[in-house]
C-alpha cells in the first residue's frame, strides 16, 4: 500500500511540474517555438495481472510508456493520441520538424503527421523485444535471462518466449501467446 502511495505522489510530482515548466515557457514568451518531450521510464505493475513491480512480460500496463510531445508551432490540437508509436520515432521526427534529411541508418519513422493532426496512424506496427534482465549493480540477486520478442499489429499483440530455461521453467520455443486487443483489452484470454 505504502508503495502504491509513494507512485500516487511521485506521479502528482511529475503533473504538477511538467505543468511548472510549461508556465515558465509561457512566461518568458517562448512556448511557441519550444519543442517540449517528456517520455517515463516503462510501466510497472500495482496487482494488474496478480503481478507487483516489472517484470519480463509484454503486459499493456508494462509497455505503455507516459509520452508528452508538444509543440505549438506545429500542433494546433490539444489532446491525446491513441497512435501507435516508439520511442525510436523520436529521432526521425525531430529530424523531420528541423527539415533535416533523416539518414538511411535511423531506425523508426517520423510522426508529425500525429502531431499536425493530418493522420492517426504513425506505424501499422511495433515489434519489442525482452533478454535479460540482468544488472551487475546487485552482485548478490541472481538473475536468469528470460527471452522474449512480441510484436503489436492490426489490433493484436503476439507474443513468442525464446527458448531458456528461467526461474525454474522451461521454455520450448513453442510459447506463444496473441491477444486481441480490441476485445480482450486486459490480455486475459491468449486465443492461441
Same mark, same amino acid.
Given at each position: 500500500?505504502?508503495e502504491l502511495?509513494? &507512485?500516487?505522489?511521485? +506521479?502528482?510530482? @511529475?503533473?504538477s511540474? @511538467?505543468?511548472?515548466?510549461?508556465? $515558465?515557457l509561457?512566461? *518568458?514568451? *517562448?512556448?511557441? %517555438?519550444?519543442i *517540449?518531450?517528456? +517520455?517515463s521510464?516503462?510501466?510497472?505493475?500495482y496487482?494488474?495481472? =496478480?503481478?507487483i513491480?516489472?517484470?519480463p512480460t509484454f503486459?499493456?500496463? =508494462?509497455?505503455k @510508456?507516459?509520452f508528452?510531445f508538444?509543440?505549438? &508551432?506545429?500542433?494546433? $490540437? !490539444?489532446?491525446k493520441?491513441? &497512435?501507435?508509436?516508439s520511442?525510436?520515432d523520436?529521432?526521425?521526427t525531430?529530424?523531420?520538424i528541423l527539415?533535416?534529411?533523416?539518414?538511411i541508418d535511423?531506425?523508426? =519513422?517520423s510522426?508529425?503527421?500525429?502531431? !499536425?493532426g493530418?493522420?492517426?496512424?504513425?506505424? !501499422?506496427?511495433?515489434?519489442?523485444?525482452?533478454f535479460? %534482465?540482468q544488472i551487475?549493480a546487485?552482485?548478490?540477486i541472481?538473475w536468469n535471462?528470460?527471452?522474449?520478442?512480441? @510484436?503489436v499489429?492490426?489490433g493484436?499483440k503476439?507474443v513468442?518466449?525464446?527458448a531458456?530455461? &528461467?526461474?525454474g +521453467?522451461?521454455?520450448? %520455443?513453442?510459447?506463444?501467446e496473441l491477444?486481441n486487443? !480490441?476485445?480482450?483489452?486486459?490480455? +486475459?484470454?491468449?486465443?492461441l
Amino acid at each position: 500500500r505504502q508503495e502504491l502511495d509513494d &507512485a500516487y505522489e511521485v +506521479m502528482s510530482n @511529475v503533473d504538477s511540474n @511538467v505543468g511548472r515548466t510549461l508556465k $515558465a515557457l509561457d512566461d *518568458v514568451g *517562448v512556448r511557441n %517555438n519550444t519543442i *517540449v518531450i517528456y +517520455m517515463s521510464d516503462n510501466g510497472i505493475f500495482y496487482g494488474e495481472h =496478480q503481478l507487483i513491480r516489472k517484470g519480463p512480460t509484454f503486459y499493456e500496463e =508494462q509497455l505503455k @510508456v507516459p509520452f508528452i510531445f508538444s509543440y505549438p &508551432a506545429m500542433t494546433s $490540437a !490539444k489532446g491525446k493520441s491513441n &497512435a501507435l508509436l516508439s520511442s525510436i520515432d523520436i529521432l526521425p521526427t525531430l529530424l523531420d520538424i528541423l527539415e533535416i534529411p533523416i539518414p538511411i541508418d535511423v531506425q523508426g =519513422q517520423s510522426f508529425t503527421n500525429i502531431l !499536425k493532426g493530418t493522420d492517426t496512424e504513425a506505424r !501499422k506496427s511495433a515489434f519489442f523485444e525482452f533478454f535479460d %534482465n540482468q544488472i551487475t549493480a546487485f552482485p548478490d540477486i541472481i538473475w536468469n535471462p528470460y527471452p522474449m520478442r512480441g @510484436v503489436v499489429k492490426d489490433g493484436y499483440k503476439w507474443v513468442w518466449h525464446l527458448a531458456t530455461v &528461467a526461474n525454474g +521453467m522451461s521454455y520450448d %520455443n513453442k510459447n506463444h501467446e496473441l491477444y486481441n486487443l !480490441k476485445n480482450d483489452p486486459f490480455e +486475459m484470454n491468449n486465443i492461441l
